[in-house]
């Protein structure tokens, strides 16, 4: 019934409870025990609404194991209670099975369950609820890798987003878990039009956000093709067309540090370096390890005489790769402006000697000499 069907979960699980769908149906329900299900489900929250609607069907039939006594009936009784404790206690259940609903529907007090962990999509649809109430401080704490440093910035850029920005609702359509079990994706549709999925990935045992895209999850693999396509056509300085494409998948991937790097580079080619500015920090922001970004950021800020900042940024980069020529020939340029010239003969010697040929580092040491 739902296979080639526009049919949500909600309704499908409405109707295979019966157990009567065609048996053609990968979603049709088989017979099962102990709250068990054989059956296809597309998430956890699938998952629990189907075993939540059998076990309201079981507490409204009678039931062979009771003398065909009804579990609602019975549940109004103190012995009655104990019977189906005594069942319910001798169950080998899967502690993915929500018997918590059992405990609150009979109101079997003494009844222990397992204690359900929050899952991907409970994180999932809490952060979209912050978003919905504009708390942007609120959906921090779900996010991976956000440092106070860029707080502001992402708030100003997640806030200026034209769909979130006017979230008002969503509606859970499936999920998906890696084989190792330690990336997922959560699939949405919002707002009642946009399909968006939100990407996790769990670290230190807890699920975090690292991206969110709009769109279905068939095109999470697709952004590094995207990525591949906008840098082949700015090496060959076609720019109208990187331009185009860019718009078209930064819209899409809206947490790609890739594609903001591509538009700062984008924007550095055209001699725009205020947008440049914008769009390199939002790469950063996503991605506080991008050293190509960083680095051209800094020489951004060292283009504005903002060289504390520049001169931070150039050392970040210096650290984590050492070979960076263009960053300590850059870096060299600040110590010279500032005087030090101890420094930048260092800088430059280290510079020239991974690159004897390197032009601008060998211009700067003419400099010094010629000081």
Not at 39 to 53: A, M, P, Q, R, W
Not at 312 to 337: F, G, R, T, W
Request: hydrophobic share 35%; charged share 30%.
């Amino acid at each position: 019934m739902r296979n080639g069907q526009d049919i949500c979960w909600h309704c499908c699980n409405e109707n295979r409870v019966d157990r009567k769908c065609p048996s053609e149906c990968r979603y049709s329900l088989q017979e099962t025990e102990n709250f068990q299900i054989n059956t296809k489900v597309d998430s956890i929250h699938e998952n629990n609404d189907l075993l939540e609607k059998l076990m309201e069907k079981w507490i409204l039939a009678s039931q062979e194991i009771f003398n065909g006594k009804i579990p609602i009936e019975m549940a109004e009784t103190k012995e009655g209670k104990k019977q189906i404790m005594n069942f319910l206690n001798q169950l080998q259940v899967s502690s993915f099975v929500p018997l918590s609903y059992l405990k609150e529907r009979l109101s079997l007090i003494d009844l222990k369950v397992d204690t359900q962990e929050i899952n991907y999509e409970d994180i999932a649809e809490i952060y979209l609820n912050k978003i919905i109430e504009q708390d942007w401080e609120g959906t921090i704490s779900f996010l991976s890798g956000k440092s106070n440093e860029y707080r502001d910035n992402y708030i100003k850029r997640i806030s200026s987003n034209k769909i979130i920005k006017k979230l008002t609702g969503h509606e859970l359509i499936s999920s998906a878990l890696s084989q190792d079990k330690k990336q997922a994706l959560v699939y949405f549709e919002v707002n009642n039009k946009y399909d968006m999925t939100i990407v996790f990935k769990k670290t230190e045992g807890n699920w975090k956000i690292t991206a969110k895209f709009f769109g279905k999850p068939e095109l999470f693999n697709g952004e590094n093709e995207a990525n591949q396509q906008v840098a082949i056509l700015l090496s060959k300085n076609e720019l109208s067309k990187a331009f185009e494409l860019l718009g078209k998948y930064s819209a899409i991937y809206v947490d790609s540090a890739d594609l903001q790097y591509y538009l700062g580079l984008y924007y550095m080619f055209c001699k725009k370096e205020e947008k440049a500015e914008i769009h390199l920090l939002n790469s950063i922001e996503i991605d506080p390890f991008f050293l190509e970004a960083k680095g051209l950021y800094a020489t951004v800020l060292l283009h504005k005489q903002q060289l504390e900042k520049a001169k931070l940024l150039y050392l970040e980069v210096i650290q984590s790769n050492p070979k960076d020529i263009k960053s300590l020939n850059n870096l060299a340029s600040i110590y010279i402006e500032e005087g030090d010239k101890n420094k930048a003969r260092y800088l430059l010697e280290r510079c020239l000697k991974i690159d004897p040929n390197f032009e601008y580092a060998r211009k700067n040491m003419e400099k010094i000499i010629e000081s």
